[in-house]
Each structure stands twice: as C-alpha cells, then as structure tokens.
C-alpha cells in the first residue's frame, strides 16, 4: 500500500494524465493479482476469503479517477474479483449515487441467482424494483434474502411492512411474521407499532 502511495505521489506531479493513470492502473492491477485472498481455516477445513486488503487498493485507485472514469473502474475490478461481495455493494453505491441506474440494473441482475450473503446489497435490489413498480419480484427479493440471513432482524422488518403496505392479504403476513418468529428472531415491539398505527390511520 505504501508504494502505491509513493507512486501515486509521484504520478500526481506528471503532466500526461492519461499516462499516469495508465501506469497507475498496471500497478495497481499487479498488486491485486499477487496478492491472497484465499486463507486456510485455522480450526477446520477448507478457506475462508478476504478481500479487505483488495478494497483499500481500489479505493486509492479510484480515489484518483474522475466521476466519469469511475463506474468502468469498479466494473473492471468486479470482473477480476467477482465473489468479492463488498466491491459490488460499493460499485452499485456510486452508480446508484450518480443515476446510473442502468450499471445498478446490470450490477444487481444477479444478486436473487448468486444470492450474496450481504443485506445491502439486498436492500438496494429491493429498491431497484420498487422504482420500477415491481412488487412481485421485490415479494420473492425479500423471501430470498430472509432464507439467506434468517437472523437479520431489520430485513425481517422491512419484509413484514412492505408486505402490510404492498401485498394487503392478511394471512401472507403472518405467514411471514411465524417464520419470522420461528427463527427466533423478536420483532414484536415493532409489530405493535406498526399494527397500531395502521389501525389508528384507518379509524381516522
């Protein structure tokens, strides 16, 4: 990371832009290469990655682009270091932080097949298709994701009120509000607010 910042020190000083960053790009593409992100598990088989190290390379890379290089940036990353989940969450950010809505479509095409175990990027899908309109596929989105991430509270909450506010059938509510309880999780504070306040709305 260092000499990364040493020449990116130097780089900034030279007065072909495009070269430096050129140069930027190859040195930046040879440290991700080289380095790990498949680790041994200590106390049982198999790996477990890591892409921590990887992220704070791109951030410094793209640190350094204009807006406007920046979306082909974080795709070109993706497609070197497709599982990495966290790179994908911040490359749909930015394009959703600069309307780019039809990258955010294409970046989050997969999220319901690959079914990341990453609540963000569920929660922007989700909001994707509500734009669109798409309530159907938003009601399978969250069906996905709480099967994924069973314990996740605030997911489960944002489940059980878009089906209360979206899908109007009683009984798919509290279908999902057993399977919610099943796993343990407690929503029941929040099931009394949001109940009391639907019915206070309609007596008003």
């Known amino acids: 990371m260092e000499y990364l ?12 832009k495009m070269a430096a960053t050129k140069t930027l ?11 790990p992100t498949s680790f041994p598990r200590q106390h049982s088989q198999g790996h477990w990655q890591d ?3 990887h992220n704070k390379v791109v951030d410094l890379f793209v ?5 406007g290089q920046r979306s082909s940036a974080y795709e070109n990353f993706l497609r070197m270091m497709p599982n990495n989940v966290n790179l994908n969450l ?8 600069t309307d ?13 097949k690959e079914q990341p175990p990453c609540v963000g990027l569920w929660q922007l899908a989700v909001h994707l298709h509500l734009q669109d309109g798409n309530i159907n596929k938003v009601s399978r989105l969250y069906k996905q994701a ?6 996740h509270a605030p997911l489960w909450k944002d489940y059980i009120l878009f089906e209360a506010v979206y899908g109007g059938k009683e009984d798919r509510v509290n279908t999902i509000i057993n399977r919610c309880r099943q796993q343990g999780v407690n929503v029941e504070e929040y099931l009394s607010t949001i109940f009391k306040t639907s019915s206070t709305s309609s007596k008003s």
């Open 5 to 16: 910042k040493h020449h990116l020190s130097r780089l900034q000083s030279i007065q072909d």
């Open 25 to 35: 790009r190859e040195l930046t593409n040879r440290c991700l290469v080289s380095m």
């Open 51 to 53: 892409y921590s190290f």
């Open 63 to 67: 640190g350094c682009l204009e807006k």
């Open 90 to 97: 911040r490359a749909v950010e930015h394009a959703f932080a």
């Open 100 to 112: 780019d809505i039809q990258l955010a479509r294409s970046l989050l095409a997969t999220v319901s």
């Open 146 to 151: 709480t099967r994924l991430l069973p314990h």
